[in-house]
């Protein structure tokens, strides 16, 4: 619009010059206002607007004077024609150069309105000449309402340092940078990351501040949240009961990324029948810190240079660190178990815990564990299967001696019979006339007294060797695990380390659950005792297989001293014995449930020591009625 | 002519009361016997005997029971009891009502025919 009205307008004025160039009479350098046309072409900015005005002024010259003068050279005209070209010449270059000039400022503004920062430029007095876009979208005042107003005014700066120190750095270095806040027309305080430089024209003087301002406000609550989370969970971790441990995994990953795995062998399994690796693991496993409540838990006063690696901390007969390891290499994210901890004064603490392995992102540097100790529920549980077992054996004192006089009373009479006629018989004889009649009597009631005292002890022994009543297809892993659960804790007690290796695929057996799984409890506590007073390794080995077809066998193998040769005679019958306090039953009740069950259950003992107890249980044949 | 002190039994198991008829008749005393207590208390036609040898456990009625009946109804005379079972309670209990032994089966026939004499000799006087 601009453009077009100054194109028209300096092409009148051009026609007008010209017209009155070569109308009027008077003699003067007319042509000297053409300079007007190209200053009016200027205004439109643009190059070729300047010279097609400054090719006009100098063509209509030209032509006014060849149309006055004719193309000849006449003194005083001609020289004031060539003035006036001069003029027009001078005036078109000068015009070129502020259009060039004027070009690169609109330029760098519109580069400066790209920006997403907010910019403005303040003159020496403090008052806005330049004002971007971002700063009009942002503050909300647009170039017209910022322009000459005070920028601390307008934006009501708030500084974090006094603005005296700020203009000082300023002057000293010629630019400055901090975080100050700015108030938008809405009234919203923001958060800027300011840098200011100073301007200065072509003589070196100061005439102005060059301002951006960068809008942190999100990134500085975003901040904020940050340090907040962070005290947040530093809080929980100094704060809390649960004792966390940060431990460094990488090495342990590093480590088991070199083992190398027999055809068809899982890691875990690996881990299991090599305790030498998982003990290696533990040393190369660190920690990198832990929190108040466990090193109260472990009774340190402060994060102890003992404590540099898991292997400082779990107790020796640990197993839950070759399962961690398994679950840790699957890429499980968490694991938890149950296992004892060494206190700094050597005693144990026994300890539930779950380990978070980080993310990917996160890093193996970062694994969490968390430890909760269990010496009060393992005391109270203590003594409620200690109340269970005292309470078991009264029922089974109580049990017996009722046994024992329900047999004292059978048997008795029946003894007492037999001792009186006998004492008669013999008197009858002793007389000075004996009475053959009467001892004849009384000899035949000792007989039959005897018969009738051997009766009751069939019966009783009947009674004893109850077939089993409840049968069922049993696992026997299944029969195993739940066997070796029971008898968990006197094993720990006893420091016997578990074995358990179970083939695969092997079938079930048919008996009573119960009964069989006291037989197993059983062998596992007799090995447990036999092993308790044992010097070096006490490893407990349950192997259950398929020998042939027709059987399952479960066999216990112990590294205890092993048993006599006369011992192992007379290991089953009843009321055989080497404890002090044993009845000597256990092991004859086992093999009378086991053959009870169609099975067997046998002992032997090599010299060099240890015993292994061999259960065999038959296995029912296809199409055989369970 | 020579009094023969009867001396009665009174106990449910037929083998033990059998041998001890026999060992006391052996011992030369008249016996009578009674597989239970009730029994024993009903048989009104003869005389209270000149000792008793009693079980303490019967069905029916037990043999401490029966010493209570006998010295309720004024009928006294020395009794001897036995047991499979001793315990304290019903020694001491039976022994305080005035019985002149307590013996556990089996009892040795020498001390019963120890016991005998001496509760026969004590009801005589």
Known sequence: MNTTAFRIAAALLALCIFLFDILSPLEGAVAVLYVLVVLLAAATGRRGDILAAAAAGLTLTVAAYVDTHGPHLAGAPTLRALVSLAATGIATVLALKNQAATATLAAQARLLNLSHDMIFVRDILGQITFWNRAAEETYGWSVAEATGRIADDLLETRYARPRGEIDRVLHETGRWDGTLEHRTKAGEWITVESRWALQHDAQGRVVGVFETNTDVTERKAAHAALVHSERRYRRMFDASRIGVVQEDWSAARAALATIDLADGASLSSHLASHPDVVARMRRLTKIIDVNPAFLAMIGAGSSSQFHQTVDDVLCETDQTFGPALAAFARGDSFHEGETEIVRTDGRRVPVIFAITFPTVDDGDGNVLVFVVDITERRQAQDAVLQAQAELAHAARVATLGELTASIAHEVNQPLMAVVTNGEAALRWLRRDQPDLQEVDSAIGRVVSEGRRASEIVKRIRAFLTKTPTRSSALDVAALIEEAAQLVQRELARAEVELRIEVATELPPVIGDRIQLQQVVVNLIVNAGQAMAEHDGRRLLTITASQPSDACVEIALQDTGPGISPQNLERLFDPFFTTKPDGMGMGLAICRTTAEAHGGKLSVESPPGGGATFRLTLPVPQHGAPE | ?125
């Open chain 2, 1 to 125: 002519m020579q009094h023969i002190p009867t001396v009665a039994i009174v106990d449910d198991d037929d083998g033990v009361r059998s041998s001890l008829t026999s060992l006391i008749r052996s011992l030369g005393y008249k016996a009578r016997s009674y597989g239970s207590a009730p029994q024993f208390l009903a048989d009104r036609e003869t005389d209270d005997p000149d000792c008793m040898i009693a079980d303490i456990q019967m069905p029916e009625m037990t043999g401490d029971e029966l010493q209570a009946a006998l010295i309720a109804a004024g009928r006294r005379f020395p009794m001897i009891f036995m047991t499979a079972f001793p315990t304290a309670i019903t020694r001491e209990r039976v022994m305080a009502a005035g019985a002149c032994a307590f013996l556990d089966k089996p009892a040795e026939p020498d001390t019963i025919a120890r016991h005998l004499a001496a509760a026969l000799a004590r009801g005589r006087d």
